[in-house]
Nanobody, 124 residues
């Protein structure tokens, strides 16, 4: 059993920054890729970023490339998402998720555990 708890969401003006964190329980955290997804009101959940088990390979959706950075600390069982130059269209509930695989994955059905989500609101 794995539990994921996100934190760090909030309200920020356009152009600002936020850092999301996800704390994971369970001894097998370091064996698996992790990801961040988001879901805006009235829209489907979408992929944002993923990082492999070692933390040396990352992938991002095009709309956040160059602005967001995913990282992990396997010693602390945490994964983070640094979000810079935020835009109103980044407003969503952000979810941390654990993959079934060691390499980074894009699709939600490739993840087996999810956090409860944290709200990010970017005002214009």
């Amino acid at each position: 059993q794995v539990q994921l708890v996100e934190s760090g969401g909030g309200l920020v003006q356009a152009g600002g920054s936020l850092r999301l964190s996800c704390a994971a329980s369970g001894r097998t955290f370091s064996n698996y890729a992790m990801g961040w997804f988001r879901q805006a009101s009235g829209k489907e959940r979408e992929f944002v970023a993923t990082i492999n088990w070692r933390g040396d390979t990352t992938y991002y959706t095009d709309s956040v490339k160059g602005r967001f950075t995913i990282s992990r600390d396997n010693a602390k069982n945490t994964v983070s998402l640094q979000m810079n130059s935020l835009k109103p269209e980044d407003t969503a509930v952000y979810y941390c998720a654990k993959s079934r695989y060691s390499s980074g994955r894009y699709y939600s059905n490739e993840y087996d555990y999810w956090g409860q989500g944290t709200q990010v609101t970017v005002s214009s």
